[in-house]
């Protein structure tokens, strides 16, 4: 049984992680043979999303129909909720209309907010402090490629956001140790670094320099260097983080074979040069892909779940 909303990843257990895993490369699989099961047939989620996305929305749109179900979507012009109406009248009137809303908003407690008050599950797809779905795509990803995340060095090299936080926490459930590099001032969140190093059994390490945290990486994962909502920061932080650039000096201190992600969009010639991102390396494509599988199974799972409690 899974929790209802997914709200961040420190909020599941192991199993319930792995179990996510296992169904994306099982549903992956099977659309590969062309297996077309429809579970969620007659459901339908709501797509709340106040910040852009291409892989997130596309993604979760394209998961649902195939899984059977029906898709609304509302940008923060569409819906009530820019006009200052309450997030926990909208809870609750969505969850009388839809199965599951998906949100991509800025602050954390919108979401835990929408969640407090609705009876569907909602489905975190980012926030300004994690990117759940996108690190368990991330995972599944390392998983094909390398194997089990658990014997394997994995570095994350720039930025504290989001995706470092949500990969910290999936560090911590799943049980891997991980090793962050970012610049002074731009660590990861320390509760979040704190709460996950009490949980986890694995070490967690955050370091300042990026050559001694790439050293004999099999994985390395970076991120923009300004998020969204972090525009106006842009100029500023290409001076701090240049030294944080994955290139191919940097990732020559990595294990030979080692293996580059990227959640994209990428900024080549900032946090990654082009010669990375296209090379033998990146596998930024098939984890892109992934993301289409692992949102199908967030759905079916959480869905499913919700509706089996009913
Ligand atoms: N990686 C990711 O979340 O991309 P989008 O912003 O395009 O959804
Ligand atoms: N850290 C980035 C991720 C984009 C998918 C952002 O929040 O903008």
Known sequence: MFNKHLLSLQDFN???????????????EETRKGICQ?????????MLFEKASTRTRVSFESAMYSLGGQVIYLSSRDSQLGR???LKDTARVLSRYVDGIV??????????????????PVINALTDLH???QVLSDIMTVIEKKGTPENLEIVWIGDGNNMANSWIQAASVLGFSLTLACPEGYEPDPEILSIARMKGSCPINVMYDPI?????ADVVSTDVWASMGQEEEA?????????????????SRAEDDVMVLHCLPAHRGEEITEEVLEGAQSVVFDQAENKLHMHKAILNCLLEDAQQQA
């Open 84 to 86: 200052g109406e309450p």
């Open 38 to 46: 429809q579970p969620l047939t007659g459901k339908t989620i709501c």
């Open 14 to 28: 192991q199993p319930q992680l792995q179990t996510l895993l296992v169904r994306a490369m099982v549903l992956k």
């Open 103 to 120: 949100v991509r908003t800025f602050g954390q407690e919108i979401v835990d907010e929408l969640a407090r008050y609705s009876d569907v």
């Open 212 to 216: 001694e945290a790439i050293e004999d």
């Open 235 to 251: 100029d500023e932080r290409i001076e701090i983080f240049k030294p944080y650039q994955v290139n191919k000096e940097l990732l």
């Open 131 to 133: 990117h759940p779905c």
